[in-house]
C-alpha cells in the first residue's frame, strides 16, 4: 500500500539555493520520517518527526508535520553537490499493530555546481 | 562499527536456482526487515520481523521465505527464483520491538534472474 507520496518526483537547483520537497500520506500516523539514498546505495536515516512535532531541526535541514493535512515537508538549505541523492519520506502504518514503516516513491534531487 | 551486512552485493543467477541473500547486524536489534526496490515502485517491504522466531508478511512475500532463528541474521530466501524477481533488495534492523524508530538499511544486495 502506498503511503507517502513525495512531490515533486525530481527537482534539479543549483548550490547554494534550498530545496523543499513535500510528502502527504492518508492514515494516521506516530511517526515520520525522512531517509537519504545515494544512486544504488542503501538509505541512510536523516531525520524523524513525531506526530506531536510540527517542526524539527538538524543542520540544514528542516523538517515540518502538518497533522491536519497530513503533510511533511523536507527543506534542505544551502544546497551541495553532495546533497545529489534521493530523498524518501516513510511513515509508521499501523504502528500500534507494530510492524510497517512505509516509503513514497521518493524526490531525486540534483544540486549542480 | 554498527553496521547492517548484507550478501552477496551482486548477484546473478538463473530461473528455478534456489538462492539465499544474507543479512547480518551487530546493534542487538529486535526488529529486522526485507525490502525489494524497483523503478517506478519505489521501496517494498517483503518479510519484517519483531523477534527471533517471529516473522510477518510485509506487501510482496509471494516468492520469498525467511528465517529468524538469531538475533542477527535475518536470511532472505528465494526457493525457485523467477525473472520478476530481478531486483534491488535491502536488510534494515531497528532496535524497538515494535517499529518506531530509525531503520538501518543495508548496502543492497543487485539480483538479477535469467
Known amino acids: 500500500s502506498q503511503q507517502g507520496e513525495e512531490d515533486p518526483q525530481a527537482l534539479s537547483i543549483q548550490e547554494g539555493e534550498n530545496a523543499t520537497m513535500n510528502c502527504s500520506y492518508k492514515?494516521?500516523?506516530?511517526?515520520l520520517q525522512w531517509y537519504r539514498q545515494n544512486s544504488g546505495r542503501g538509505l541512510v536515516h536523516l531525520i524523524l518527526?513525531?506526530?506531536?512535532?510540527r517542526e524539527k531541526h538538524s543542520g540544514r535541514l528542516r523538517v515540518t508535520l502538518d497533522t491536519s493535512k497530513k503533510s511533511s515537508s523536507l527543506l534542505i538549505t544551502a544546497s551541495r553537490a553532495a546533497d545529489t541523492a534521493s530523498y524518501f519520506c516513510?511513515?509508521?502504518?499501523?504502528?500500534?499493530?507494530?510492524?510497517?514503516?512505509?516509503f513514497g516513491q521518493g524526490t531525486e534531487l540534483s544540486v549542480k555546481p | 562499527e554498527a553496521q547492517v551486512t548484507q550478501n552477496p552485493r551482486y548477484l546473478i543467477t538463473v530461473t528455478g536456482k534456489k538462492l539465499t541473500v544474507t543479512c547480518s547486524q551487530n546493534?542487538?536489534?529486535?526488529?529486522m526487515s526485507w525490502y525489494r526496490q524497483d523503478p517506478g515502485l519505489g521501496l517494498r517491504q517483503i518479510y519484517y520481523?519483531?523477534?527471533?522466531?517471529?516473522?510477518d508478511k510485509g506487501d510482496v512475500p509471494e516468492g520469498y521465505k525467511v528465517s529468524r532463528k538469531e538475533k542477527r541474521n535475518f536470511p532472505l530466501i528465494l526457493e525457485s527464483p523467477s525473472p520478476n524477481q530481478t531486483s534491488l533488495y535491502f536488510c534494515?534492523?531497528?532496535?524497538?520491538?515494535?517499529?518506531?524508530?530509525?531503520?538501518?538499511f543495508g548496502e543492497g544486495s543487485r539480483l538479477t534472474v535469467l
Open positions: 534494515a534492523s531497528s532496535k524497538g520491538v515494535r517499529y518506531t524508530g530509525e531503520l538501518f
Open positions: 492514515t494516521s500516523i506516530n511517526n
Open positions: 518527526i513525531r506526530s506531536n512535532e
Open positions: 516513510a511513515t509508521d502504518e499501523g504502528y500500534n499493530q507494530g510492524g510497517k514503516l512505509i
Open positions: 546493534m542487538n536489534h529486535e526488529y
Open positions: 520481523s519483531m523477534n527471533v522466531e517471529v516473522t
